[in-house]
């Protein structure tokens, strides 16, 4: 279960739990900060700690996200005093403040001005870079959008975040084979990431949902994830809803018509047998998962309430 730590990213966890982090911005800023020296003489008079202002960005980002623009706005004051308003991480900061008080495309549009500014006077801002990515999709400019992303992973191709984006905008627009590659992208710099192997899946899923050889690679992928987490959700849901499309075609009545249709793949069909194990063994796991989070056990109540009901209506097709 996903927990209320300063330490963890909140983009990264439940929308209540980003909720409970907001709420500790009170008492954290009501006691002094670490120092009010500005660096490096800070280092010489304080036992400041990297994790101390980790806990503030996160907070703040935190305190962005639940709509508490005021305790945001007193924590990003308070990382301008201790950094500068010239440290690239405190500009980013800066731009996502203004962009979560934006009214309107207007607003939207002088920042991404004063983005635009930033970056001809300093190109190596990736944090600045992303952000102007993010101004462009709220502005419903996709096109602009992904070619600026394009020129970011050109740039600093290991940057998996970026990929990852990349990989949403082109399937946002229908372009499958672009955002698969992107997405494979990321599984180069991030072999063991099973969130990354579920994407990779679902996007052969949803390219063809009908495809011999998009299922199989979506099996492959969705077979992956769960090997690496066998508490993953997601990675079971995806692996019995192919595994349910693969078994009518691999069956006999069938088989030879999906192997001429395979014959100029690289990919070859999975056998029957291995994915009627599959369909069982996830079954069998979105089955206890639905039960002992429905029993509010002990570890099991982590669990995205939305993907265990999602996972329970899938059950009861059967």
Do not use: C
């Not at 709509?67 to 690239?88: C, K, M, P």
């Not at 372009?175 to 494979?184: D, K, R, V, Y």
């Not at 395979?262 to 206890?288: C, G, R």
């Not at 309430?305 to 097709?317: F, G, K, M, N």
């Amino acid at each position: 279960m996903a927990q209320a730590n300063l330490l963890s990213p909140p983009s990264q966890i439940p929308p209540p739990v980003a909720l409970q982090l907001s709420q500790k911005a009170p008492p954290i800023l009501a006691a002094p900060p670490t120092s009010s020296l500005p660096w490096p003489l800070s280092l010489l008079f304080t036992r400041e700690t990297p994790e101390s202002w980790a806990i503030h960005e996160n907070l703040f980002l935190a305190s962005i996200r639940t709509g508490d623009d005021a305790s945001a706005r007193q924590i990003l004051d308070r990382l301008t005093a201790r950094f500068g308003e010239d440290n690239e991480r405190i500009v980013t900061m800066h731009g996502i403040y203004e962009e979560a008080l934006a009214k309107d495309d207007k607003a939207l549009e002088r920042i991404f001005e004063a983005y635009e500014k930033i970056l001809r006077d300093d190109p190596t801002n990736f944090g600045v870079r992303k952000r102007r990515v993010a101004v462009l999709k709220s502005l419903g400019r996709t096109a602009d959008a992904i070619t600026a992303l394009t020129v970011l992973v050109e740039n600093s191709p290991i940057d998996a975040e970026a990929w990852a984006e990349l990989s949403e905008l082109y399937a946002g627009v229908g372009a499958w084979g672009q955002a698969i590659f992107s997405m494979e992208e990321v599984l180069l710099i991030m072999p063991n990431s099973w969130s990354a192997h579920a994407q990779v899946a679902t996007l052969h899923y949803l390219s063809s949902p009908t495809s011999l050889p998009a299922l199989s690679l979506a099996l492959r992928h969705f077979a992956r994830s769960v090997e690496l987490n066998e508490y993953y959700l997601r990675g079971y849901y995806g692996l019995k809803l192919v595994a349910e499309k693969l078994i009518p075609l691999l069956s006999d009545s069938s088989s030879s018509n999906a192997k001429r249709n395979t014959d100029d793949d690289d990919v070859p069909p999975p056998n029957l047998a291995s994915v009627k194990k599959l369909d069982e063994l996830a079954t069998s796991k979105l089955a206890e998962i639905v039960r002992q989070y429905g029993s509010g056990k002990k570890g099991w109540t982590g669990f995205d309430e939305a993907e265990v009901i999602a996972a329970r209506e899938l059950l009861d097709r059967k």
